[in-house]
């Protein structure tokens, strides 16, 4: 028989929102335990340079990843990143996080297990992954100033993104396989740029380069014939997977496979807040994942308060 074991709260994963939500919880001395099934630090556990966070001009991934670590686990919040979740029951109280080991029951669950991006789907993708391939145009086109992009994807979210980078650009392609799945609007702003190139029916074959990404090999499906294309930088964008199948039954989830919650990241359910990447949002960086954090950590704070309040 599994062990059961009582907690104020769990945190389903610890990228920035988990982590940050585990720091406020544990200063807040709430009884928190954080699990992790992958790698502490989540999508920017092996990133580099980060530009974009506040009080940092470069930080890498892994130290800013290791200095929130120390702080959670300081403030006195526990993280397992051995023991993985079989099941989770929202609807109850307590809630129950069932692991391969444990039953978990706690007052409050934060949903914070983020999601991944799509891989370019080629071998030498992670010979030329931060030297050439990236898959954020917020995080990594500045270093794009003035060079060749090329970007990958047809849909809302490769269109928006070519959108973007056409300020630091100064030659622009969309490669697609298929036709455009983007909205009208965004289309047309994007073909209107003289910068842009766009090649539909067009696959990238090849990635090549010494050290780093120097050129695209491409077919064009319309016409039988393969070239290559000379770019400093391509930007993935064929789509993301949510990290929720774990919650899809108790949950309900948007067209793209996210939780739906508001910027109180709540979830329609008491006591279970979704955090981070993983919540249905427009923006998602890693100032977004740390607010979301705070703001679940310090609301499920008013929540336990409440429950003891009423025992
Ligand atoms: C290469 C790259 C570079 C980036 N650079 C920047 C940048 O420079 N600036 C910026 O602001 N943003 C950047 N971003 C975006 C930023 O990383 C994300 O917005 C942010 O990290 C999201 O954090 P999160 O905690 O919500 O999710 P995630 O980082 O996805 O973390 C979720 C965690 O949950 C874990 N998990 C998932 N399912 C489970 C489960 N069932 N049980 C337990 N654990 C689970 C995962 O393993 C993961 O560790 C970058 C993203 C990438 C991919």
């Known amino acids: 028989m599994k062990e059961r074991v009582h907690k104020d709260i769990v945190i389903i994963g610890a990228g920035m929102a ?23 630090g989540g999508q920017i556990a092996n990133a580099t340079g980060i530009e974009n966070y506040p009080g940092f001009i470069s930080v890498s991934g892994g130290d800013l990843i290791a200095t929130l670590q120390q702080q959670a686990e300081n403030f006195g919040a526990v993280i397992d ?37 799509r891989k370019l789907p080629l071998p030498e993708e992670k010979k030329y992954a931060g030297r050439g391939v990236h898959y954020c145009e917020l995080c990594d086109g500045h270093a794009y100033d003035g060079k060749i992009i090329a970007v990958m994807g047809g849909g809302n979210a490769a269109v928006d993104a070519a959108n973007f980078l056409t300020k630091y650009a100064k030659k622009l392609y969309l490669i697609h396989r298929s036709q455009f799945r983007a909205d009208e609007v965004s289309q047309k702003r994007l073909l209107a740029n003289e ?55 108790e949950l309900t989830l948007s067209a793209s496979g996210r939780i739906n919650a508001g910027e109180d990241c709540r979830v329609g359910i008491d006591g279970v807040f979704a955090a981070g990447d993983v919540r249905e949002k427009e ?28 025992i």
């Open 18 to 40: 988990g982590l940050t939500a585990a720091m406020y919880a544990g200063r807040m001395n709430l009884d928190t335990l954080v699990l992790e099934n992958g790698i502490i």
């Open 195 to 249: 910068k842009v190139t766009v090649m539909l029916q067009t696959e990238i074959k090849a990635l090549h380069g010494a050290n780093r990404l120097e050129e695209v090999e491409i077919f064009d499906k319309t016409t039988g014939e393969t070239k290559t294309l000379a770019v400093d930088g391509i930007f993935v964008n064929i789509g993301v997977e949510p990290n929720t199948t774990l919650f899809k039954d």
């Open 283 to 310: 923006i998602r960086q890693l100032t977004t994942a740390a607010s979301d954090g705070t703001t679940a950590a310090l609301l499920a704070e008013k929540y336990i308060a409440k429950l003891r309040e009423n």
């Open 81 to 117: 990143e051995f023991d993985s979740i079989v099941k989770v029951t929202l609807k109850s109280s307590p809630k129950i996080v069932e692991t391969e080991e444990k039953i978990y029951e706690a007052d409050v669950v934060i949903i914070a297990s983020g999601m991944n991006r």
